[in-house]
């Protein structure tokens, strides 16, 4: 008997959630016959760690990409491992609660065959101790006051524009008749790897074009354990990489990479800076003036909160991010553009026969 649903976890090496999403995963009612899903974790890029290929009757298998592709690229190669009826993406320090796959799964043949599931990240619950590291910092309070602004929860699946890909499914055969998520070559900014980001937008965007339904997840948690603790260099980096894939994406949608900058109607030659080549300048000043009132922020236990510099060198990386994705559109990266096909993959599935 096929199985219902195959959980696919994209991950790298080190990571210290993956196994405990494992045992999370088989140890917990995830609402499923053990012998109904099977969890793949595929590590990018790194050697696949040593896990048991079974645990309470629910198949585990480890694998690995020899180079790095990126999130999208192991996502790929899970699909391409998987035998259940649906794909579950989940990323490797997102925890769903008890009998989550079997909603998951009774939710989308309720749904019909052209639908697909998943959330937005507003709808992350984050674990507490991780809240109780960061809310010490001006980052991490700026942070978590933004996430209680924009928290979501439905109890039923209700309509959305875009899914994430933290946590993601969908029926096997709709993920490969759009060829999957699209893959962009990895490329190195400053010595950091950089993989392009919002892929989940441009998965959803074709989705919507074949007609698939998406629906936001209802009356489920998804915990996230962030596998890193979020500081000033990690929030500008992800921001870079917002930038990054916002400008690739342009030319997938055919619409501006918009940076909805709250400062600019205001200032507009600080705008125009923060979008020439000094932009990344006063994005690195901004840093430094964000220590300083983070400093201020400890000091007085959070009574001073003062986010502008925060804010400027987020948009400064991003912006910086933007003009690095137009350089490398100059120097050919879409043409290097990947996705699934059906040579891939099984030859019996009946849209490769079509």
């Known amino acids: 008997m096929a199985l219902s649903i195959s959980v696919i976890i994209p991950t790298v090496a080190g990571s210290n959630t993956i196994q405990d999403l494992i045992i999370h995963l088989t140890t917990s009612d995830m609402g499923l016959p053990p012998g109904d899903y099977e969890i793949i974790a595929v590590v990018d890029g790194g050697p696949p760690f040593t896990f048991p290929s079974e645990v309470n009757g629910i198949p585990i298998t480890i694998t690995a990409n020899q180079r790095y592709r990126g999130a999208a690229g ?211 000043i901004a840093w430094f003036f964000h220590n300083v009132f983070d400093l201020l922020f400890r000091l007085t236990h959070g009574r001073l909160a003062w986010h502008h510099p925060l804010l400027l060198g987020m948009y400064a990386f991003e912006y910086a991010g933007i003009r690095f994705a137009e350089h490398k559109i100059s120097e050919g990266i879409l043409n290097q553009q990947q996705w699934i096909t059906c040579a891939d993959m099984d030859t019996n599935l009946s849209f490769c026969d079509n």
């Not at 109890?155 to 993601?168: E, I």
């Not at 900014?189 to 997840?217: K, N, T």
Request: one cysteine or more; glycine letters at 8%.
């Open 74 to 284: 192991a996502r790929n190669t899970g699909a391409l491992l998987a035998k259940g009826e649906y794909l579950l993406f989940l990323d490797d320090d997102t925890f769903p609660s008890e009998s989550a796959l079997g909603k998951i799964v009774r939710d989308l043949r309720q749904l019909g065959p052209k639908a697909a599931i998943g959330i937005t990240k507003n709808q992350l619950i984050y674990d507490r101790e991780y809240v109780e590291k960061i809310k010490k910092s001006l980052v991490g309070h700026f942070f978590l006051n933004e996430h209680k602004k924009l928290y979501f929860h439905t109890l039923y699946p209700a309509p959305a524009t875009f899914l994430c890909s933290t946590a993601m499914a969908m029926h096997r055969s709709i993920f490969f008749s759009v060829g999957g998520f699209k893959e962009i070559p990895p490329q190195r900014w400053r010595r950091v790897g950089l993989y392009i980001g919002a892929e989940d937008i441009e998965l959803s965007h074709r989705l919507l074009q074949e007609g698939i339904q998406l629906f936001f997840a209802g009356g489920i948690q998804f915990i996230s354990r962030e596998r890193n603790l979020l500081t000033p260099k990690v929030a500008f980096h992800r921001r870079f990489i917002e930038g990054f894939g916002k400008r690739i994406l342009w030319e997938q949608l055919n619409e501006p990479a918009h940076v909805r900058f709250a400062l600019s109607r205001d200032f507009p030659l600080l705008h125009k800076l923060l979008r020439s080549k000094y932009g990344l300048v006063l994005g690195y």
